[in-house]
């Protein structure tokens, strides 16, 4: 895959509101300091990332109600001990209840993302988005991985998903930027141009009949 050639039709699944954003990112910072004195960064990273993953997303009416703001504080800091003590770290459990008491248990997702991707970067480790219709095979998983690490410095960390819809080809998101690679997109793009040339086709039609009409 041509790496030097992003295109910008394909929505990044990491999308998120600006204001959103740079709540994950104050949090972020303030958990990853609890996490680095404790000596405990990676661990709870991935507590953090199993809490959305494996809790919020796959349970929506209990996310919907974990994130409400119209529930008061107290009755929010009781269902995290109810839910989760025993289950979840100390330091997670204070974390949680640190984002209820100022009525940000809505942004834990920006928070994970935020926090991981700070993470990620202080290591050196550059976080790619693969997206396909079938799962990835090793050769192609390795010439991308060999592609970003040649144009980053980092090291890739590949997330594959899988999408029927791109009917073949593979979409590499890197932060923000997305190289699609598709089949799908490529037919729209020649759809496009199709549909833009008859258009301009007809205009010039129109225009030379009415020349011709002398009006």
């Known amino acids: 895959m041509n790496l030097d050639n992003p295109q910008t039709e394909y929505r990044p699944e990491t999308v998120m509101d600006t204001d959103a954003q740079q709540v994950g990112k104050l949090y972020a910072k303030a958990f990853l300091g609890a996490a680095t004195k404790a000596g405990q960064v990676e661990e709870l990273l991935e507590e953090l990332g199993s809490l959305v993953d494996d809790v919020l997303d796959k349970n929506v009416a209990f996310s919907r109600m974990f994130g409400s703001q119209v529930l008061p504080h107290e009755e929010r800091e009781a269902m995290i001990d109810r839910v989760f003590r025993g289950r979840a770290s100390q330091l997670m459990l204070n974390f949680l209840k640190t984002l209820s008491r100022h009525s940000r248990l809505d942004a834990l997702r920006e928070i994970r993302k935020a926090a ?40 890739p960390v590949i997330v ?34 199709m549909i833009d040339r008859s258009v301009h086709e007809i205009s010039s039609r129109r225009d030379r009949f009415r020349s011709a009409d002398g009006n």
Do not use: C, M, N
Request: charged share 30%; glycine share 10%.
């Open 116 to 155: 991981q991707d700070s993470y990620d970067q202080s290591q050196g480790r550059v976080k790619v988005i693969v997206t396909t219709a079938l799962p990835l095979e090793a050769e192609v998983k390795s010439a991308i991985a060999d592609a970003v690490r040649q144009r980053t410095g980092g090291q």
């Open 160 to 193: 594959e998903r899988t999408r029927p819809d791109l009917i073949g080809g593979v979409v590499v998101q890197v932060g923000d930027t997305v190289f699609d690679g598709s089949v799908a997109a490529r037919l729209r793009r020649i759809r496009k141009k």
